[in-house]
Each structure stands twice: as C-alpha cells, then as structure tokens.
C-alpha cells in the first residue's frame, strides 16, 4: 500500500495534515509501506519520517495519537523558509544557486528534520521525489539508493542529509534556482565514476529542481510496485496565468505543459482504478466536493481556499486550520466511497473536521481574505495568527 503527497508549497503541507488524519482514524496508515513525496508533501513526509526514526518504527507508522504528530507539522508551517534565502542572494542566484539552496536546506535541517536518509526506516519505505533537470528524469532519494534512472544510482548506506533531499524535492523556481548535484558524475552500483559522451567528453553536472517539474504527484516510484495508491493532491505548484509580459508568457506556456502531463498521469491512474488494476482512493484539493458530504461548499473553496498560495511562508493559525479541515472532509468522502478489498480495518469513527470552529465560512472567508499574496508585511513579520 503506498501513500503519494503531491508538491504545493505548505498549502499542501497542511492539506495532506488533514487528509492522512483521516488515514489514521480508519487505519489505512499503519499498513502504508511506502511514502512517496514531491516539495510541499516531501516537507509533511520528513517530519514524519522524523518521528519514525524517533521512535524507532521498522515496521509500520505506528501512531497512536495523531495530534503530537500534527503539532510537529503545523510548528514547521510557522516558519518562513523562503524570503531569508531568497532575500540574501537574490542578486546571484541563478549565476550561482548553491548558495540560497544551501541557506534553503539548513532552515529545514533546524525546523524539520537533521537526520540522514541511511536512518529512514526499512518500513515504510520513504522516497523523495526531485527532477533531475539534466536528464529530464525523475530523481529519487531513499534510505538505499539515490539517484534517476537516467543519471544512474547511488546504492547502499547513504549518508546525505534528510534535509537536502527535501531541499532538492522543493526548491521551486524562480524563488530557487537548482541544486547542483556533484560534477560530471553518475551513479552506479555503489560508486560514483564519470560519464563519457559520444565524443569522450563528461557529461554535464546533474542539477536538481522541485519534483513538480517532472512529477507533482509523486507516482512514479510506486505506481507500478503497488496494488493499493492512496495519492493526496495539495494543488498544482505551478499555475501562472496568461499575461502581456513575455517573461509570464513563457511561464504560462511551461505551465500548460505542465498541466497537460498531470492531467495524463491522473488519467491512467483512474483508468488503472476503474480497470481494477490498482485499487485506492485520490483526493484533490480543487476537486468539487460529493453531494452531502461534510466539508466546505465549493464557493469557499473556489473563492478563498484555492486561492491560497503555494509557498514557504508563514502560515497563520488560521490558514493551517482550514486547510487541514479541508484535506481531511474530502479524503474522508473518498474513503468512505472506496471499495477496497482484502484489508483487515477496525471500525472507523464518524468523521469530524479537527477544528469545527473553523468551519463557519463567513469566518474563514475573513481569515483568508490576504491567503492569495505572497508579500504581506505583517505576515512576513509574524504579526497574523
């Protein structure tokens, strides 16, 4: 059974919060035994890796109480992890990345996890997805390999940080540029040795961007190793709109492009689904809700929720609360429609949004009348809640 955690910024951070509660209270989570994450999921997915290394987890994410575990999630949302970064080295970054992506993964070191990817448990198995823009592949970083199955792989005991794994997995651009990789090097079988051309010249360094370039949704790892897909979607990362400008012309062509393959994958994915080929649930951040099922109406979403940015930000305490009522009412109406075989559940409890006092939507429509923009000064001063 593998759970995919789609890129977005903490919006999908605090989506995902909502929706794999709703795993837990059915007991869906424990027999996941992979994890596969892009960007804002890879940031969800690292702290609870955290917590399994933690407590010493090899055989399943063994949660008894869900909250602890939320606390952790909605603490890293506080944090601002892209204007310090982005800030200091704007004048250079894309003549010279390493430096902000580098300031990028020692924030998330200090505020959500300092571990080592040869610490992740054996079960379940997590893998963070980055796009390795040199091959235009997707790059995986697991507990025993790293690497694309273009570049090549690094096997064995792998003692990089967690954190630049997640680094790579969300240095979205333009605020990052990419995070070179070593120099003309791949990986294969444990070592590392230069690649050749044609023309006996190395091949370039492998650099690295937000796995949302290549895969937002996180199934390439798992989607053919597994039965059971539980894939949660926090929303494009990337959307610009059509524009008089050149510079967001050309982002709006890439950003077609990048919405033509997400939608291919969510295609054969259902088609997968309805053939009975793999069995599971998605859910999506802008999908409609079901007809009676408890959530938001789609007015609030269309008008207020979805507009939310995908960001690194701070996130208020009412941000945070909403978004994480949002992913758990509409996995658990997909849940509660899946037809799932051959899993041994407990009874489940009636589903109930994590913080009922947000549900009034004329209060969060107020909360999140400024969620759309990306600079706000009190925000960014930490002066909302």
Sequence with gaps: MALCLSGGGYRATLFHLGAV?????????????????????SIFAAVLADLAIERGWEGG?????????????????????????????VAWNWLEPRPRVRAFERLLAEHVSSRRLEQLPRAPRFVFCATDVTHGASWEFARDRVGSYRAGQLRGGIAWPLARAVAASACFPPVFGPLPIGSAAVFRGGRIRRRLGADGAASPRVVLSDGGVYDNLGLEPVWKSHDTLFVSDGGATFDFQASSNPVRRLLRYTSVATSQVRALRFRMLYQRLRAGQVQGATWSLRVPADDGALGYSDGLRESAIEQIRTDLDRFTAAEQQILENHGYCVAAARLGAARLTGLTLPPAPPPRPPHPAWMDEQRAAAALRLSSRRMVPARLLGLTR
């Design 21 to 41: 509660r709703r795993l837990h209270e059915v007991g869906l989570l424990r027999q996941v035994d992979a994890v596969s994450s892009v960007s804002g999921g």
């Design 61 to 89: 994410l063994a949660l008894d109480d869900y909250e602890p575990f939320a606390e952790r999630v909605r603490a890293v949302t506080t944090h601002d992890l892209r204007t310090g970064p982005f800030l200091r080295h």
